[in-house]
């Protein structure tokens, strides 16, 4: 009964937790959901991660080849990371080419790693203007219920922090490549940055910030996805994206982006522990 009361009016349901000061799930509008990660489950990919954050499942799988620098960057390596939103996930998505969400997602998970630094490009050249890594990084989308960064950053991350790169020994006179598998340098990956989630519900006087949000929240909160991103990488202030929705005061932004580096700490001791011990909850 509960179910069909909201599909009729999902709004009225949604208000009528709102207005108990708990949302449709039982959590406060701090509180996020628990993140369950798993490494190496994979094994046709040189590194994976799976990412479970309430609902929301990611799996990521890294490739590695190798190919030429760019002529203006001769020195400098390929970091490439393509998420996919499949039909399987959610019934929003469709089969074919990919939607403009799945687009834009993808661009906001590549310019988090890419802006972080986290990976040092020029680690990944072999040899100057003729040789680089390239690491390619997919990321499906097996069950979608919100918060979709947050989980495709912890599984992207997570899988770079458990790759190693063969070695790699360059002929300059005949240019011939061999590449030993048996030998492998662990790749390095400089700080850990986590991408926290947010909704801002408008509801008078005040917005409600709902950190980690469903994606029915999500829809409730007038995005298509989360309303506000916030990122953190060992305590570094990151950067802020805002996607629509009502328009955040001086306060609630501080209380965002506190709650972000509470979320980060949190985030990191699961990663650490999940490579340490194969797997944690």
């Not at 061999?178 to 947010?198: C, M, N, R, W």
């Amino acid at each position: 009964m509960t179910e069909v009361y909201k599909h009729i009016h999902p709004s009225k349901y949604f208000n009528d937790y709102i207005n108990q000061d708990v949302r449709p799930d039982g959590r406060d509008f701090d509180q996020q959901r628990d993140v369950i990660i798993n490494i190496n489950g994979i094994t046709s990919a040189d590194a994976s991660a799976i990412v479970k954050c309430g609902n929301t499942t990611v799996v990521c799988g890294i490739k590695l080849e190798l190919a030429r620098p760019k002529a203006e960057e001769p020195d400098i390596g390929f970091l490439i990371s393509n998420v996919e939103l499949l039909p399987l996930c959610s019934s929003k998505f469709r089969p074919g080419p990919p939607s403009d969400y799945a687009q834009v997602i993808s661009n906001i998970v590549s310019d988090i790693v890419i802006n972080s630094k986290c990976v040092d490009l020029k680690d990944l050249c072999v040899v100057t203007d003729k040789l680089a890594w390239v690491i390619y990084c997919d990321l499906v989308c097996l069950d979608y219920d919100g918060s979709i960064v947050d989980a495709c950053i912890i599984a992207l991350i997570t899988s770079l922090k458990t790759l190693s790169l063969p070695t790699v020994t360059y002929d300059n006179e005949t240019e011939e490549v061999k590449v030993d598998t048996g030998v492998k340098i662990p790749l390095q990956v400089h700080g850990l940055p986590v991408a926290t989630s947010f909704g801002i519900y408008h509801k008078l006087p005040r917005n409600i910030i709902l950190a980690d949000p469903s994606a029915y929240e999500e829809e409730m909160c007038g995005g298509i996805g989360a309303n506000l991103i916030v990122c953190w990488n060992k305590g570094l202030f990151c950067g802020i994206q805002k996607f629509g929705g009502c328009n955040l005061s001086t306060e609630d932004e501080k209380r965002t982006i506190s709650l972000a580096k509470q979320r980060c700490k949190l985030v990191e001791q699961v990663i650490e522990t999940c490579i340490k011990n194969g797997e944690v909850k």
